[in-house]
DNA sequence: TGGTGTAATGTAATCGATTACATAAGATGA
DNA sequence: TCATCTTATGTAATCGATTACATTACACCA
């Protein structure tokens, strides 16, 4: 029957104790004799009370949140894979930990002065920051001010701070060896901007493959997209314009199903005369026709490990960076794929 | 260079002012004089200073910020169409008035528990319900409370509070209108849980129009199901199992995805000897094969009035609650479509 | 010149909890 | 029995803003 008007101290006056009291009961201090926690407890169904969240934050100087700033551009949105799990899962282990999410979008000029005033203004104990790029002003930012904050992904090496990534380059790696394992000798890539630390890596990744298995690297093999179906449809028909094509290799699936599309329009088979790789394991890569042989990406412990880590940095305990590792899922896109 | 740790206190004195006259400034007060406001402002640049929100929130007694609390299972997370669009489109709007979501998850049982607890503790100043179903105890709760809140969609016709909701029986209207006009005169329909209002309301479009086109309405053409991709697979098997079928009207796009799977496997063709519609127009609907004709639910809308709506309420205006228009979208499932 | 009204600013109470410090009540031992 | 220590509880300061109310300064007019 409570209205939500009911205070700690009304608490304090019905069952005869100090305001002190009460709290101590509420936060299970141990200095409270069994009778009084009891009485308390009482006192506290009766009236229906529930401690005022805003109150206890300002005095102990934490909200028991994390910040989550999402650009709202809509190519974002769909192409950051499982957006809405990575979500759950943070949230769920936060609030395994008893933090919730405070979650807003931000269009790109303002990000920067968003985070900033969400550190500053103390509306979060730490942020999570996603879709990070080089020398990123957000980190610059933070730092500076000294706040908490976990980076999904890793875009410089020399710089120190607490990240939660997947294994891009071995990710890479594994679909370009399982592409030459096919019998495939020119493998075309298509990855996504250059300026992002995830095309570096994936880059590197397919790299390395190469050279493991003794194929050239050919620069005009490879091709610098957006992530987005869109995208991955134009390259590939600009592809098709002046190439051979026996096996395309795309940095993410949406990409993977634009390009399907191209080559479809082309008469091309993919699965049967083409092998089509993508990066992500999004909801849609299993539906598709034929579904798509991809490096699937572990997006529900990227989450819960990036609340994890940063929870225990806001709470001043050891941390260290995380890297999960992906996995090569073959479906029918590939020559003699399921 | 400011550390947070600044306070209006620092400010007022850097300036000369009182901390009243600083506040002043910050919230925009007119009844300060243009130098006052100047030598304030160079103050605040100076020492880098923003106001706490905490602070701030328990003075005036608002957090600004609206909850959002969603269920974790999965099944709910994919079947929920954009989910993501939709909570983009809230927060933009809910930016837009000043306000951010706070947003966790929450498993059935403690969902009633975790709404009442946000409530009471003011850790919101208004809820989002989803997923809501017939004498939903969060709305009881909340109203036993007075606690603002807004819900997506409509359970029951005789309560009274706000809500945002799409054309759901128009919506079904329309799909079997125009499986009607393609020739079909058995139009099986895949529905979904029938606790659900939207269930409810699609399949009070469904009988009107067959009563409309003068069809008679065959209980043994409707189906039970869940929103999910298995579900539609299961209930498309059991109907073929026993039926002709050439036409089938799914209450949701993941089940027609799952349904069109099943059908593919027995042979058919949707799009050629079968007519397949769905029902919300999710991201994958446009890129399975062959795409699906589906009813295209305003979610974007959805989200931005839903926001609106509620920071009307919220703040003591004039609010009624919403109906946004669907759209048939015709694509490739269809005999004859696109 | 003095009374009155208005605009700008200051003082201090307030929001609702937590917690440092003070105190009272028992327990313990010489 | 009394000094001492421990444990439970109370008193009041505190977190950092906003704002009701008080005050000052000045303009205006009779």
């Not at 395994?96 to 103390?122: C, P, Q, W």
């Not at 075309?188 to 890596?201: C, E, I, M």
């Given at each position: 029957m409570g209205t939500g008007?009911?205070?700690?101290?009304?608490?304090?006056?019905?069952?005869?104790?100090?305001?002190?009291?009460?709290?101590?009961?509420?936060?299970?201090?141990?200095?409270?004799?069994?009778?009084?926690?009891?009485?308390?407890?009482?006192?506290?169904?009766?009236?229906?009370?529930?401690?005022?969240?805003?109150?206890?934050?300002?005095?102990?100087?934490?909200?028991?949140?994390?910040?989550?700033?999402?650009?709202?551009?809509?190519?974002?949105?769909?192409?950051?894979?499982?957006?809405?799990?990575?979500?759950?899962?943070?949230?769920?282990?936060a609030?395994?930990?008893?933090?919730?999410?405070?979650?807003?979008?931000?269009?790109?000029?303002?990000?920067?002065?968003?985070?900033?005033?969400?550190?500053?203004?103390?509306?979060?104990?730490?942020?999570?920051?996603?879709?990070?790029?080089?020398?990123?002003?957000?980190?610059?930012?933070?730092d500076e001010i000294g706040f908490p904050f976990v980076v999904i992904g890793r875009p410089e090496h020399n710089r120190r701070y607490l990240w939660v990534d997947t294994e891009n380059e071995k990710g890479a790696y594994r679909a370009v060896e399982y592409l030459v394992q096919l019998g495939h000798?020119?493998?075309?890539?298509?990855?996504?901007?250059?300026?992002?630390?995830?095309?570096?890596?994936?880059?590197?990744?397919?790299?390395?493959?190469?050279?493991r298995f003794g194929l050239d690297y050919d620069p005009s093999l490879v091709h610098n997209g957006e992530f987005t179906e869109k995208s991955g449809y134009d390259v590939t028909k600009k592809i098709l314009a002046s190439n051979k094509v026996e096996a395309i290799f795309y940095a993410s699936d949406t990409m993977a199903i634009g390009g399907m599309r191209a080559l479809k329009e082309k008469g091309f088979n993919p699965g049967k005369d083409v092998s089509v790789i993508g990066f992500d394991d999004i909801p849609s890569a299993s539906v598709v026709n034929p579904p798509l042989t991809t490096v699937a990406q572990p997006i529900s412990h990227v989450g819960s490990w990036a609340a994890k880590l940063l929870i225990n940095r806001i709470e001043g305990k050891e941390v260290s960076s995380k890297s999960l590792p992906v996995k090569l899922k073959v479906r029918g896109s590939t020559i003699g794929g399921v």
């Open positions: 008007r009911i205070r700690i101290k009304d608490i304090a006056r019905e069952a005869g104790v100090s305001t002190a009291t009460v709290s101590r009961v509420l936060n299970n201090s141990n200095k409270v004799t069994h009778l009084t926690r009891k009485k308390v407890w009482e006192a506290i169904e009766k009236l229906g009370y529930a401690p005022n969240h805003v109150a206890r934050s300002l005095r102990v100087k934490r909200v028991y949140s994390i910040g989550l700033i999402v650009p709202h551009d809509i190519d974002y949105l769909f192409s950051f894979p499982y957006f809405n799990l990575f979500m759950h899962h943070l949230a769920m282990e609030k395994e930990r008893g933090y919730h999410i405070i979650f807003t979008t931000s269009d790109g000029d303002e990000s920067v002065r968003l985070h900033r005033e969400f550190a500053m203004r103390k509306m979060v104990d730490g942020l999570v920051i996603l879709d990070v790029s080089d020398n990123d002003p957000r980190i610059d930012v933070l000798k020119r493998i075309h890539f298509v990855n996504g901007p250059t300026d992002l630390a995830v095309s570096r890596q994936r880059f590197e990744g397919y790299l390395k493959a190469l050279h």
